[in-house]
């Protein structure tokens, strides 16, 4: 079982604030996530050598509109960071197109990159609210014969479904995704914006999110299957000082603040 954090780069003092507090959760964290933001100055790359790569695997988003394919540019950059990892999503078209993109598909991307690296680790994302569950796993399905070998989702709300999607994608390596949601009006933008239906016993407090990631937690220690959180306007500290961390040997994890 590995358990990620997700770091977004939206400058260099925020994101060593993000990353010194993942140190202060000692052994819980063992993998570092960073999503690549086309209006946010640092791209998600260049956070990889800031990263002790003696205590976490590192993994950098790159968005599928942003590379056309035959340029070569993401080569270059796997390149010259040494990249072991990555993570390849489609990406949304920038608002107003105020930016260049590509019509590139991520299923195109992650077989060009599985052609020339065959030995560098592709995952993928999925999304369990965008479609039904029999086109996404399609989808997925997709994803895997053009080279993914891994796969993070978008954030799970319900138990239920998580078991669901897990049942379909047996023997693959997935990172379960963890939001807290603590307010209203996040809610309703989930809703709207990522199409998130919530179970009936959902609320949007500290409270109910603990409790539900402390029960994922020990599912995917006992069931094999990874934990990957992103942290959206939240109160770190009162947020993660609550959850019951399970070491890869099965040990809870005591942090220090």
Not at 22 to 32: H, P, R, Y
Not at 34 to 43: E, G, K, N, V
Not at 109 to 125: D, E, M, N, T
Request: charged share 25%; proline share 6%; hydrophobic share 40%.
């Amino acid at each position: 079982m590995n358990i990620s954090f997700e770091i977004v780069p939206r400058s260099w003092p925020a994101f060593w604030q993000q990353y010194e507090f993942v140190q202060s959760l000692g052994g819980a964290i063992n993998v570092i996530n960073a999503p690549d933001i086309q209006r946010l100055p640092i791209r998600s790359w260049e956070i990889n050598e800031h990263v002790d790569a003696s205590r976490y695997r590192f993994i950098p988003h790159f968005r599928a509109i942003d590379y056309k394919i035959d340029d070569g540019r993401l080569f270059t950059i796997i390149e010259q960071q040494q990249l072991e990892r990555i993570l390849l999503v489609s990406g949304d078209p920038p608002e107003g197109l105020k930016r260049s993109f590509y019509n590139t598909s991520v299923v195109d991307l992650i077989r060009a990159v599985h052609r020339v690296f065959p030995a560098l680790k592709i995952y993928a994302g999925f999304d369990p609210h965008r479609t039904g569950l029999q086109q996404e796993c399609e989808y997925v399905q997709r994803k895997i014969e053009a080279g993914a070998s891994g796969f993070f989702s978008q954030p799970f709300y319900d138990e239920r479904m998580i078991e669901i999607y897990l049942e379909q994608l047996p023997g693959l390596d997935v990172y379960v995704g963890l939001s807290p949601i603590t307010s209203k009006n996040s809610q309703n933008y989930w809703e709207v914006k990522n199409k998130v239906r919530f179970p009936a016993e959902f609320r949007p407090d500290n409270a109910w999110n603990v409790e539900f990631a402390n029960r994922v937690l020990a599912n995917a220690a006992a069931k094999g299957y990874n934990v990957y959180f992103m942290p959206i306007k939240v109160d770190l500290d009162g947020y993660f000082q609550q959850l019951r961390f399970p070491r890869l040997h099965g040990e809870t994890v005591h942090t220090s603040y």
